[in-house]
């Protein structure tokens, strides 16, 4: 069953900031999806994982309702990187609906979605180059 797990790689502070002190201003968010294993075109089974991750800009620090530093939760920053791309509407890229818009949460989701998609049933190929290729001769 495909799992979607968000997690946070990293934060990047500004020691001090409006008075206050290490304040998060961009955290570095991943997106991992896992959906079983998948055997590639020599037979091998891997896990079937895959990927996104960026780099988010925090907004203003409001000194009114400022957690430090030291007491962030991973989920409480997470809430930030989901609140923000719930919010962000960015065209799906959808072949058969060209209109189509998306929040970047469902953005992000679909791509891994899609990635893992494409390991367990691939749609292309990267064959070795036919003159590269040792026929014997």
Same mark, same amino acid.
């Given at each position: 069953k /495909? +799992?979607?797990t *968000? =997690?946070? $790689?990293? /934060?990047?502070?500004? &020691?001090? @900031?409006?008075g206050l002190t290490?304040?998060? +201003?961009?955290? =570095? *968010?991943?997106?991992?999806?896992?959906?079983?294993?998948?055997?590639?075109?020599t037979?091998e089974?891997f896990p #079937?994982?895959?990927s996104?991750?960026? !780099?988010l800009?925090?907004?203003?620090p409001?000194?009114?309702?400022?957690?430090?530093?030291?007491? @962030?939760?991973?989920?409480?920053? @997470?809430? *930030?990187?989901? +609140?923000?791309? $719930? !919010?962000? /509407?960015v065209?799906? &890229?959808n072949?058969?609906?060209?209109?189509? /818009?998306?929040? &970047?949460?469902?953005l992000?989701?679909?791509l891994?979605e #899609?990635?893992?998609?494409?390991?367990? #049933?691939?749609?292309?190929? #990267?064959?070795?180059?036919? *003159?590269?290729e $040792? $026929?014997?001769e």
């Amino acid at each position: 069953k /495909m +799992t979607l797990t *968000w =997690q946070v $790689d990293g /934060m990047t502070v500004d &020691k001090s @900031l409006d008075g206050l002190t290490d304040v998060v +201003t961009f955290v =570095q *968010w991943r997106l991992v999806g896992e959906d079983g294993t998948y055997v590639d075109p020599t037979g091998e089974t891997f896990p #079937n994982v895959a990927s996104v991750y960026g !780099s988010l800009r925090v907004g203003e620090p409001n000194p009114d309702d400022f957690t430090p530093y030291a007491d @962030l939760t991973e989920s409480a920053v @997470l809430t *930030w990187v989901q +609140t923000k791309f $719930d !919010s962000e /509407m960015v065209p799906s &890229k959808n072949p058969d609906d060209p209109e189509e /818009m998306i929040s &970047k949460t469902e953005l992000y989701e679909r791509l891994v979605e #899609n990635e893992l998609e494409e390991n367990a #049933n691939p749609t292309t190929d #990267n064959p070795a180059l036919p *003159w590269d290729e $040792d $026929d014997g001769e």
